[in-house]
């Protein structure tokens, strides 16, 4: 049971490259997240997929787009990056769509720089 | 939306010292409440939950936190600290009901530093 899992942990591209983080759960999840965390910014949600089959903005979707590929796999992509996308990417899951005080599960991070 | 603040950004304290993190969020309806700790280099993982019942829970490590629904807050507390709680804390809240169901709103974090 490896959890959440990402890839890749780390990731050099330049400005205007595309790239595709993969995120992965084998808790039977139905709620999978991708934030973004800087330095005295805390967690801002990028998007979040409810359900299989749905996806919804969160507060910092402008240059990403994601797909939920199944119910165990929710991917972000970056079309053209940019140097204001350097940041540590999280992915999240939880059991429930919404209530029930459910606790979101996360993965270990992709370190993503931007030149 | 909610929105969370952490109080402070460090707290630094001697090791075997009380420690207390102080967060405060803004909300007119039910909320669930989270503390998560991401030590360096890691993910995030959850220390404690309130959803509902008594007002004082117990975590993971030692820790505790005291929700006040009066004074919308939910202050994380441990009476004696060791160098390995050095990491950061994220304070968090999640709606109950509504289209933002089950959504986190996190605070920007508190890092907290044990000197030995």
């Known amino acids: 049971n490896a959890g959440v899992t990402q890839t890749p942990k780390f990731q050099v591209l330049k400005t205007g490259q595309s790239m595709t983080l993969q995120c992965a759960q084998d808790m039977n999840h139905n709620s999978m997240y991708w934030y973004r965390q800087d330095p005295g910014m805390g967690l801002r949600l990028i998007y979040y997929?409810?359900?299989?089959?749905?996806?919804d903005k969160g507060e910092v979707p402008n240059g990403y787009n994601v797909s939920r590929l199944n119910k165990r796999e929710f991917s972000l992509r970056l079309e053209s990056a940019a140097p204001s996308q350097t940041s540590v990417y999280f992915c999240?899951?939880?059991?429930?769509?919404?209530?029930?005080?459910?606790?979101?599960?996360f993965g270990p991070g992709t370190r993503l720089t931007v030149l | 939306a909610q929105s969370v603040t952490q109080l402070d950004s460090q707290v630094p304290v001697f090791e075997e010292a009380p420690v207390e993190l102080r967060c405060n969020y803004s909300s007119s309806v039910s909320v669930y409440l989270f503390w998560y700790v991401q030590y360096p280099n890691q993910g995030l993982q959850l220390l404690l939950k309130y959803l509902s019942g008594s007002t004082l829970v117990k975590g993971i490590n030692g820790f505790e936190a005291e929700f006040n629904k009066s004074q919308t807050s939910f202050h994380l507390r441990k009476p004696s600290v060791h160098i390995s709680d050095t990491a950061e804390y994220f304070c968090a809240v999640s709606d109950n009901r509504g289209s933002t169901l089950g959504r986190l709103y996190f605070g920007r974090g508190t890092q907290l530093t044990v000197w030995p």
């Open positions: 997929s409810a359900s299989e089959g749905t996806t």
């Open positions: 999240a899951s939880s059991r429930l769509t919404g209530g029930l005080g459910n606790e979101q599960f």
